[in-house]
């Protein structure tokens, strides 16, 4: 089969780069996390305190000029992991302070025309996998292949929770399960490319389903591709 774009679009903390990341190692894809890109700006424009929601787009602009950022494969970790101007970020744009603001960021049109316009450049060579919010309605149209992922928000509170605390968060249950609602809430409601299903998606409600059951749920659609 030829490579193709899969997209996997979906609510926060459904397990979308999981999946993502276990099917481009299975098809020997590329995978790129598309809300790793929000949060990477979102930590550029906290460190510096800029003021974003008051800038004209042309000064937005000028400011993610000064942005790189890029995937690089940790052989040790067998993994890419998230650099922003050539600084390892990967640990703090997964942390509380980011995830806090990254709707706010995400929901700037200069901002998320900029990201969509690199997302697109990542799917040249298709043999991408892309996770995020709009990668099946807006970044890809034509993706091959889309799946819509969802799960019940109590699930994806206590998944957060757990992988917060094990990699050292001081965060309770509360607190991730208003980030999770709110997040859903900005996701679903902004203006510019919200969260919708694809109508040519397919739902994955993984609230019951294991790893190994998503990947393979998955990889029967191929199949019938
Ligand atoms: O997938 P994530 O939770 O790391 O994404 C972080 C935020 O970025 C999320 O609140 C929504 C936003 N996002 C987006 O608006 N569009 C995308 N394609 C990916 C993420």
Known sequence: MDPIIIAIDGYSSCGKSTLAKALAKELGYVYMDTGAMYRAVSLYIIRHNIPINDLKPKEIKEILNQIDIQFVWMDDKGISETFLNGENVEKEIRGKEVSE??????????IRERMVELQRKAGLHKGLVMDGRDIGTTVFPNAELKIFMTADP???????????ISKGEEIS????KDNIRSRDYNDTHRKENPLVKADDAIVLDNSDMNHEEQLNYVLEALEGI
């Open 101 to 110: 603001k990254v709707s706010e960021v995400a929901q700037i049109k200069t």
């Open 154 to 164: 109590e699930i994806r509170a206590q998944r957060r929770y757990k992988e917060l």
């Open 173 to 176: 249950l509360d607190e991730v």
